[in-house]
T-cell receptor, first 110, second 115 residues
C-alpha cells in the first residue's frame, strides 16, 4: 500500500488558469509536507512546504493542508508554460525521512 | 554555497559489473540521503546518514548495495554485480540538521544504465 498517493495525470491546464494538485497520505503522525517540482531529466526542486493546517501562499503557489483528512494540495495560479513539470508530494515521517508520491504531470497549454 | 554535487552524471555498465557513485553535500549539512528514481515514479528512499553514522537502510536495499560517509562529508554508493533492474536515477540529497521538518536539497543525480 502506497503511503503517499497522487493522481498521475497528465493534468492539462490552459495558460493563465489555476492548476490544482492533490495528495493524500496514510501516516497520521506525519508532521511536515512538501511539494517538489521536477522537470524532465532533472532532479526535484523544493517549491513549497507546510507544517500547519490551513493555507500557505508563496507567489503564485498556495499549499493547503488538512491533517484531519490527511490531505494536502497545491494550487498554481496564473499557470505559465514554464510550470509544465511533474509535481511531487512528499511527507515527512516521524524520523524526518521523506516519502514521495509518484508525482502529477502538469502540462500548461498556450 | 555550491549545492549538492554528484558524479558521474551518467554511467553505462554491463550486467555483473560493480559501480560506485559519489555525492558531495552542501557544506555544513549534517544529513545525507540516497534515493532511487525510475521513470514515472517518485524518489524511493534507500538510506541516509547523520554525519558519518548510517541511520537507516531501506529493506528494499539488497546486500549488493553499500553506502559510506567516512568522514561525515562526501558519501559513496556502491552497487556490486549490477543487474538490469538497477537501472535508475540515483539521487543524493542533503539537509542542514536533524529535524522533523526536513528540507532536502537534491543533487543532479547519476543516471545508471545496466546493459
Amino acid at each position: 500500500q502506497k503511503e503517499v498517493e497522487q493522481n498521475s495525470g497528465p493534468l492539462s491546464v490552459p495558460e493563465g488558469a489555476i492548476a490544482s494538485l492533490n495528495c493524500t497520505y496514510s501516516d497520521r503522525g506525519s508532521q511536515s509536507f512538501f511539494w517538489y517540482r521536477q522537470y524532465s531529466g532533472k532532479s526535484p526542486e523544493l517549491i513549497m512546504f507546510i507544517y500547519s493546517n490551513g493555507d500557505k501562499e508563496d507567489g503564485r503557489f498556495t499549499a493547503q493542508l488538512n491533517k484531519a483528512s490527511q490531505y494536502v494540495s497545491l494550487l498554481i495560479r496564473d499557470s505559465q508554460p514554464s510550470d509544465s513539470a511533474t509535481y511531487l508530494c512528499a511527507v515527512s515521517d516521524s524520523w524526518g525521512k521523506l516519502q514521495f508520491g509518484a508525482g502529477t504531470q502538469v502540462v500548461v497549454t498556450p | 554555497d555550491t549545492g549538492v554535487s554528484q558524479n558521474p552524471r551518467h554511467k553505462i555498465t554491463k550486467r555483473g559489473q560493480n559501480v560506485t557513485f559519489r555525492c558531495d553535500p552542501i557544506s555544513e549539512h549534517n544529513r545525507l540521503y540516497w534515493y532511487r528514481q525510475t521513470l514515472g515514479q517518485g524518489p524511493e528512499f534507500l538510506t541516509y546518514f547523520q554525519n558519518e553514522a548510517q541511520l537507516e537502510k531501506s529493506r528494499l536495499l539488497s546486500d549488493r548495495f553499500s553506502a559510506e560517509r567516512p568522514k561525515g562529508s562526501f558519501s559513496t554508493l556502491e552497487i556490486q554485480r549490477t543487474e538490469q533492474g538497477d537501472s535508475a536515477m540515483y539521487l543524493c540529497a542533503s539537509s542542514p540538521e536533524p529535524s522533523t521538518n526536513e528540507k532536502l536539497f537534491f543533487g543532479s543525480g547519476t543516471q545508471l544504465s545496466v546493459l
